[in-house]
């Protein structure tokens, strides 16, 4: 059933529905939405897909939600599956399941304690990791914090940041099997890294902890190290050196 009051959508059971502007947008059920879609505030609980855009301020995602184009929304709450072609442009979000994303993601915010997987490239002023992560392009921000946890993915091709973190996921009953980052290169003023695997780690201040792997060094301001690690070279460069 359907159902179309004054400016809200309102869709329970299976069914389909054009998309249009809306105030809100409440799915139960399975539903597909031809079109793009508008609205103040988007809610799914069940399993919808729309063919074109969605664009909100609010959008809440507890079920499965696949978008053929893209998605835009000021706050972001994703607990299920969501699945986007097209970029994204998510000013503050949470993703609590995964997030996958075929193109860009941009935003000031994001924090994810699931699984976020993005074809191309991420742009965003804050990231804060519990999950998995998955970038093909640039991982840009100005300030990254990242804790490795279990049974995750972490690969990102490259990072450019600010002030870069990654930790190793501490248990409190004994001794975790550690979860390594792999990236090609991570580039930044402030770097701290653990359990990580990287060919070129380039920074001003830059410190090398437990479980890391790096091919070569370089630092221009100082380098300090501890714990376990490998690291084949490392190469103190002037500071106005790129």
């Known amino acids: 059933m359907s159902q179309a009051t004054g400016k809200d959508l309102k869709i329970m059971g299976e069914t389909q529905s054009n998309g249009g502007q809306f105030d809100k947008v409440r799915t139960m059920g399975e539903c597909t939405i031809t079109g793009s879609v508008e609205a103040d505030s988007c809610k799914v609980m069940g399993e919808c897909s729309i063919s074109g855009d969605l664009s909100c301020t609010t959008f809440k995602n507890m079920g499965e939600v696949a978008i053929g184009g893209s998605l835009a929304a000021k706050q972001a709450r994703l607990m299920g599956q969501t699945q986007v072609q097209g970029h994204c442009a998510l000013q503050q979000s949470v993703v609590y399941g995964e997030l996958t994303i075929a193109q860009n993601v941009t935003g000031e915010s994001m924090k994810v304690h699931g699984m976020l997987s993005v074809s191309g490239d991420v742009s965003l002023e804050a990231l804060g990791m519990r999950g998995g992560i998955q970038v ?102 002037s500071g106005d050196k790129k």
């Open 136 to 237: 093909a392009g640039l991982l840009n921000c100005d300030t990254i914090d990242m804790v490795l946890k279990f049974n995750t993915i972490n690969k990102v091709r490259e990072i450019g940041a600010s002030r870069v973190s990654v930790k190793r996921k501490r248990s409190l009953f004994g001794p975790s099997q550690p979860q390594h980052l792999r990236a090609e290169m991570i580039e930044g003023d402030q770097i701290a890294l653990e359990d990580t695997e990287a060919k070129v780690v380039r920074g001003t201040d830059v410190v090398i902890g437990d479980g890391c792997a790096i091919d070569r060094v370089e630092y221009s301001g100082s380098y300090l190290t501890s714990g376990t690690f490998q690291v084949g070279q490392a190469v103190r460069i």
